[in-house]
């Protein structure tokens, strides 16, 4: 990790250069039986290295299902991020605002919610309602789940 992270930064530099750690993820059989120990050490090379950013992702449901070592992730190692953090994993304006609030997260990043609202942040802005995302259509082909959401301008009564 760090020696790939330090070649993308030789290849461009380190202010276009961010990561993204899963430290409570189960995706693909990958564990750790020291989480808090290898992902803390991780982000202090990181942080050394001085990246543009790091996003650190929330468990998951499914991780949650699996058993969870680290639940709050970005509480855990906000001390040792000194680039700005980014926080990803089911996040509602609520939860993100208080993250960012609170110091816990310098920004938040939505994954499905963009997904199915291309126009989020206006969303978010009014209290506009969420278009629901459609997960049997994702990482498919073609338009449908990805530019086929109803903009909020179109579901609205003019």
Do not use: C
């Not at 899963?22 to 991780?42: I, M, Q």
């Not at 929330?58 to 991780?63: G, L, T």
């Not at 208080?98 to 989020?120: K, Q, S």
């Amino acid at each position: 990790m760090i020696e790939t992270t330090q070649a993308m930064i030789d290849a461009w530099d380190a202010a276009h250069v961010g990561v993204r750690l899963s430290p409570s993820s189960h995706l693909y059989g990958v564990d750790d039986s020291n989480k808090r120990e290898t992902f803390g050490a991780v982000i202090d090379q990181l942080n050394a290295l001085g990246i543009a950013y790091l996003t650190l992702l929330e468990p998951s449901a499914k991780d949650a299902e699996k058993g969870v070592q680290i639940e709050q992730v970005a509480a855990t190692f906000r001390s040792r991020v000194t680039v700005p953090l980014i926080v990803n994993t089911g996040f509602d304006k609520a939860k993100g605002n208080r993250f960012i609030t609170e110091g816990t997260a310098d920004a938040v990043a939505f994954g499905l919610p963009y997904i199915a609202n291309p126009d989020l942040v206006e969303r978010l802005r009014t209290d506009a309602p969420l278009n629901k995302p459609d997960p049997k259509t994702f990482y498919g082909e073609g338009a449908r789940g990805y530019t086929d959401y109803p903009a909020l301008a179109e579901v609205e009564p003019a």
